[in-house]
């Protein structure tokens, strides 16, 4: 169990060191405005990646039998092609027809290898090679960074690398991977006639998720364009770069010595975790506040001369960033995430209307603090709501 911790986290700190890679990169050779771009087409991707499987690749992990674990995957990578042709389709008639908006074309593309991936991903899991996956992850983003480089000249370049990336991850781990689909229309058909409450739950979900936490970004471009939301984009990678990394440490680490606590000590110890994380994040927190503050910014090109400034408003970010994976662990160890899932959904639509509303003033400092502030009163509240409303375990205990 220690080594699967640790390779799952040396997977997430490779991924954030090549994000951060790709942050510092992003900045010296593309423009705020092409970051903005590359931000919507990723979001819109992932949503679309949303209807690809239908969520089908979450059952992979519940499925007890061999037999079952192939249906399931089977209909997920079919399902995923047949829209992907139906998409692809649509989108080289509306690029015909609005004789512009080529970069379209990249959406499908990309909404494809992105439900690939998720559904290759969770054979790993599935089969505990952890090992195999992180590196194959790992390796993932530092194609991606190289391409960065290497296409820099070209238009589109981000979406292209990122497609790219992607891509060889997905036939990395298709060659790795023991399970093979056979195409069948009728067998597809006859598992979602099957399971079509459960996928069609899932799927509503996770789009009210996806809309809801992504509504920012679409906002953003609105009332302030493209070249904001870049800005916006690379600051928030860099504010939520040690966030993540922390956040994602400790919550496995709270999973892990939990088990060593009794019912009844339970909660005393999941208080005193969080009030040493939520501790750690401030410290955190106020040390990239000094760093914006003192400029050291001002490093990167021109074209990012906000950044500074927005990294400063953004600072306080670095807290949820930090308690957020801790707190999503407190409600899968009491079988609770739906609530959780709720709560997040709840939170995203209330950004969402509050930064419509201030907006409008296209005022963007009292814009980004609305959202931060908001950010930070639900956190809070997810955890004294799981304080509140959960006394217990309901996941095994044993050592």
Known sequence: MK?????????????????????????????????????????????????????????????KSTSNIRKTYSFAKNFSTI?????????????????????????????????????????????????????????????????????????????????????????????????????????????????????LGLTGNRLLQNISNNGFHYITSFYFGLSTLGLLTLGMKLIQLPGNMLGEALSKIFEKYQQSYSEREYKTFTIKFYIALFFISIITSISIGIVSYLDFFHLLPKQWGDISKIALILSPLTIPTITNAFIISCYKISNKISKYNKIEITEGFSKSITLIAFGIKKELNTYIICYVTISLIFSIFKFLYYIKNNNSRFISTSK
């Open 3 to 63: 080594k699967d911790i640790l390779y799952i986290l040396t997977g997430n700190t490779v991924l954030q060191v090549t994000s951060l890679l790709s942050s510092i990169i992003i900045s010296i050779y593309y423009t705020p405005k092409a970051l903005g771009e590359y931000s919507l087409i990723i979001l819109t991707s992932s949503i679309l990646a949303t209807f690809y499987t239908l969520r089908a690749e979450t059952l992979i992990l519940i499925e």
């Open 83 to 199: 829209l992907f042709c139906i998409t692809t389709v649509m989108t080289i008639l509306s690029i015909i027809l609005l004789k512009d908006y080529y970069f379209m074309l990249f959406l499908p593309f990309l909404s494809y290898t992105i439900a690939n991936q998720l559904i290759e991903r969770e054979l790993f899991f599935i089969e505990s090679r952890f090992k195999e996956e992180a590196i194959i992850s790992g390796s993932k983003g530092i194609i991606n960074n190289i391409l960065q480089i290497v296409l820099k000249s070209f238009t589109n370049a981000l979406i292209v690398a990122k497609l790219i990336s992607e891509a060889s991850y997905v036939l990395v781990a298709k060659k790795r991977n023991s399970y093979n689909n056979n195409f069948n229309l009728i067998e597809t058909y006859a598992y979602f006639k099957k399971n079509k409450d459960a996928l």
